[in-house]
């Protein structure tokens, strides 16, 4: 994993900023390699996956799941742990190895349009990413990086949460993160601008 991110991290270099004349559209603008480790850095360790990982590891703890870690603080603790290394583990070879051929890990809100014109925006990215040409495609790294991270965690899981179902079944799971990580970064914007505003 961090062979494979940090040889993307040096071919991520590609993105040059392109001037922007007044009142056109800005252009798509492709993920520097600086770009690549903040994501990977706030993904990863940032305060809303924390939280993520928190309530996460706090509903396994509550439901004794994987049974072998027990409830209690040393169980949160393992379970916290473990999803930590398998995110850190996705992430990078979402941003390391998509920066190969061009894949953005990066997020991009529609930020307008109907309610559910932006929710099918969301599900959209969830499996679709912007290429360095601007133009979206399906998401191989991402895929890479969530099936690995997960076959990778199935090493140090006990044996109650091992085998390719359990494999299957959090692949899934980490889409539907990503999903809600989406959807929390398209509307937060507007609904902390109704909830502060002056």
């Known amino acids: ?33 600086d770009d690549r480790a903040d994501w990977w850095a706030q993904s990863t360790f940032g305060p809303t996956s924390w939280l993520t990982g928190a309530f996460g590891s706090g509903w396994s703890t509550v439901w004794n799941n994987p049974e072998e870690w027990k409830r209690s603080p040393d169980g949160f603790g393992r379970r916290l742990a473990s999803r930590t290394a398998n995110v850190a583990m996705a992430n990078g070879i979402d941003a390391g190895l998509g920066a190969i051929w061009g894949e953005d890990p990066r997020y991009h809100r529609k930020a307008s349009g109907s309610f559910g014109s932006r ?37 140090w899981m006990p044996h109650s949460a091992k085998g390719i179902g359990q494999i299957s079944y959090n692949v899934g799971v980490g889409f539907a993160a990503r999903a809600g990580s989406n959807a929390f970064k398209e509307f937060w914007p507007d609904l902390r601008k109704k909830v502060f505003r002056k």
């Open 119 to 155: 929710a099918g925006h969301i599900v959209k990215m969830t499996f679709f990413t912007p290429y360095r040409d601007g133009r979206t495609r399906f998401a191989f790294a991402r895929t890479i990086g969530n099936v690995g991270g997960n076959t990778i965690q199935n090493v």
């Open 1 to 33: 994993m961090v062979l494979a991110l940090g040889a993307g991290l040096c071919l991520a270099g590609f993105a040059q900023r392109q001037p922007v004349l007044p009142g056109t559209p800005a252009p798509y603008l492709a993920p520097t390699s």
